[in-house]
């Protein structure tokens, strides 16, 4: 799987989450029934916004609605998963988009792709998700044409850039290709006059997907000397970040232009999710509660940007630019744990921690016994099938026996963030600073 935009369910909450996740497997379910099995691997978030649209503007109806068959990847549960056109579009945009990411990582020669065979084999299966993506977007009366040669005309421009080129114009084919994709939407609900407002957002989005994919690949690119757009132009972080801003700033806008029957999880996804992407890409990532990955960090090491007292972990122009040098110091107070320093109150060797005070012995809770290697191997089947170890609050270990906690809640969950915690409607009301 692989997109930007990846919410974290809790966040959701139950209505909102039972509708991603039909339209994450209507359009897994779309590729299989089209284009086979093996499609299935590109399914990723980032396409499924298509589905989102196209429902978030069409008339509520149950044949937009399917039950699914058992899924081991939903604990082999039935399902209510999205289907029709939307779906459709979805899946046709993911194949092209997938046959783009193949081409990319043959052209950097990217670990086993940098191996003759490996580059051949992954260009004949790029150029056949090409195929099928055009044969999807014909049954849906939408011309993949313009998608592919946003991925041919990107080559040609990443070769000509160099310092001083615009970084927008290094992004451009990514955002004619979203933009149309975006703008087909409207004409699959039958909303025509949300073209132009959903071609804006999709144009925006294609902009933040390239520039937060160069921002995450930077470092790696510069060690492996493949071709990065930031380091080509000579582009800054800082500069990276207004834009990415501006286009989070721009989506918002063009949401609010737009005619939706129900655009909740649209307005979820575009409005708040996207500015969590680009916190996560720039490390600024933090939750309402001051507990999310960023803060974690700061409790166990060093404040992050001169932290608060009240515990909040300020980004942007608060602390200085989000790439202002850390802090001194070996703690600080948001530690969520309690205890200051090792040694002190809450801490090892302190009152209330392992050892009483002034640190003795270290008492550890006895271990349960360690699973052997083929049992271990038959739970962790077991945990996958179930969806233990993306959902469960807690778990054990399939071979240590350690408690472990779902992946779901290393995310920046907390109180719903930006998201309105007032309310349940993830409308933008009085409390959303979306600014629609």
């Not at 990443?158 to 927008?168: F, I, K, Q, R, V």
């Amino acid at each position: 799987m692989f997109g930007m935009v990846r919410p974290c369910t809790h966040r959701l909450g139950e209505g909102l989450k039972a509708q991603w996740t039909a339209h994450l497997c209507g359009l897994c379910l779309a590729l299989r029934a089209d284009h086979g099995q093996f499609a299935r691997v590109v399914t990723n978030y980032d396409g499924l916004l298509v589905s989102v649209l196209t429902e978030a503007q069409s008339d509520r109806s149950g044949a937009r609605r399917r039950t699914a068959g058992p899924c081991p990847l939903r604990g082999m549960r039935t399902a209510s998963v999205a289907r029709g056109e939307g779906a459709r579009l979805a899946a046709a945009v993911s194949l092209v988009l997938a046959s783009a990411k193949v081409r990319d990582h043959v052209e950097d020669r990217d670990g086993l792709f940098a191996r003759r065979p490996v580059a051949a084999a992954a260009r004949k299966v790029a150029a056949s998700w090409d195929r099928a993506g055009a044969r999807a977007g014909t049954g849906v009366g939408f011309d993949t044409a313009v998608l592919v040669d946003a991925v041919e005309r990107q080559a040609g421009i990443e070769s000509l850039a160099g310092p001083g080129t615009s970084l927008l114009t290094v992004t451009e084919p990514t955002e004619t290709a979203t933009a149309a994709a975006f703008a087909h939407t409207a004409r699959l609900a039958g909303r025509p006059h949300n073209a132009g407002p959903l071609a804006e957002a999709g144009r925006l989005f294609g902009r933040l997907a390239h520039l937060l994919d160069a921002v995450e690949d930077r470092a790696a690119d510069a060690a492996a000397g493949a071709w990065n757009p930031l380091t080509a132009t000579a582009t800054g972080l800082g500069e990276a970040r207004r834009l990415a801003d501006d286009a989070v700033r721009g989506i918002r806008l063009a949401l609010r232009d737009a005619d939706f029957v129900d655009g909740k999880l649209a307005h979820l996804l575009l409005a708040h999710e996207l500015g969590r992407s680009v916190d996560r890409a720039f490390g600024t990532d933090t939750c309402a509660t001051g507990h999310g990955r960023a803060a974690h960090a700061a409790s166990a090491s060093t404040p992050q940007h001169g932290g608060r007292p009240d515990g909040r972990v300020p980004t942007g122009a608060q602390a200085g630019g989000p790439y202002a040098p850390a802090g001194s110091g070996a703690y600080t107070s948001n530690n969520p744990y309690g205890g200051g320093h090792p040694g002190g109150p809450g801490g090892p060797g302190g009152p209330g921690g392992f050892g009483g005070f002034g640190g003795g012995p270290s008492f550890q809770p006895p271990k349960p016994g360690k699973r052997g290697l083929l049992t271990g191997c038959v739970v962790a089947v077991g945990l996958c099938c179930t969806c233990k170890v993306c959902c469960a609050d807690e778990f054990e270990g399939p071979w240590s026996r350690k408690k472990r906690e779902g992946a779901c809640h290393k995310w920046d969950c907390g109180d719903c963030g930006d998201c309105c915690s007032c309310c349940d409607c993830c409308e933008c009301c009085s409390c959303c600073d979306c600014g629609a």
